[in-house]
């Protein structure tokens, strides 16, 4: 899935600043553009202090990032877990579909987030995979990774999905978009027999944090803050039992 823009690279390259309060604008550039973009957002995140400016840039990593992955091919086998090919939501009175595509990832280090010890996975019996269901104007979009995950030694297999990205353009917040996003993520944790759900919650501001933080715990998730990093995890009810 590419932008119908992008295409050759721009005689000025993009600044930062021109794209920090209007992600909007990103949709202008090449990949490639993008990716730089990206590059330079990190290595200024890693030199700032924390407080609301950091938090800025943290937001606008997660935009470029999903950006980016909603450009991806998707051409992997899926069979293996159990995702729609496409989910829908409603956005005002209009009732809209969500594409999904699904892809095998090799990285199992965001579960780290949940004190998961990746170092002890046994590759060879566990499987990572990224999933992208997004709306066709980019309105909005949640990227999903869902993990199959068996240690060193053990025989059992633990499932976690965790939410890598969710966003919805500022135009169309405020109608429960966010909310039925995470209600998709829920459908699919189900239906893959995850155990546990969790995101890294990356506000905007300090006010869209507290947003953030009570639509999710509205959602059923446990909202925990440990070195300034704000963790959401929600374990499901068949596992509870």
């Given at each position: 899935m590419r932008f119908e823009?992008?295409?050759e690279r721009r005689e000025e390259e993009p600044k930062l600043e021109d794209y920090l309060d209007n992600s909007e604008k990103l949709k202008e550039l090449s990949q490639s553009e993008i990716e730089r973009?990206?590059?330079k957002a990190q290595s200024m995140l890693i030199e700032m202090e924390p407080g609301p400016m950091k938090n800025?840039?943290?937001?606008?990593?997660q935009i470029i990032k999903g950006i980016l992955l909603t450009s991806t091919s998707f051409g992997s086998d899926s069979s293996s877990i159990q995702v729609a090919d496409s989910y829908k939501i409603m956005i005002g009175d209009?009732?809209?579909?969500l594409e999904a595509k699904v892809g095998e990832s090799r990285s199992f280090s965001d579960l780290g987030n949940i004190e998961v010890?990746?170092?002890g996975i046994d590759r060879q019996k566990s499987a990572a995979f990224t999933i992208n269901i997004t709306e066709k104007t980019h309105q909005c979009w949640i990227n999903l990774r869902l993990f199959k995950v068996v240690q060193r030694g053990a025989s059992d297999e633990k499932r976690y999905l965790y939410i890598a990205d969710?966003?919805?353009?500022?135009?169309i917040r405020g109608g429960k978009v966010g909310e039925q996003l995470l209600k998709i993520a829920a459908d699919i944790a189900e239906a893959n027999d995850c155990e546990l759900i969790?995101?890294?919650?990356?506000?905007?501001?300090?006010e869209n944090k507290e947003k953030l933080e009570a639509g999710h715990k509205k959602a059923g998730y446990v909202v925990s803050e440990k070195d300034g990093k704000v963790t959401a995890t929600?374990?499901?009810?068949s596992k509870l039992d």
């Open positions: 823009s992008w295409g973009l990206l590059d800025k840039y943290r937001r606008f990593i209009t009732r809209t579909s010890q990746t170092l969710r966003y919805v353009v500022p135009t969790f995101a890294t919650l990356i506000p905007e501001d300090s929600k374990t499901l009810k």
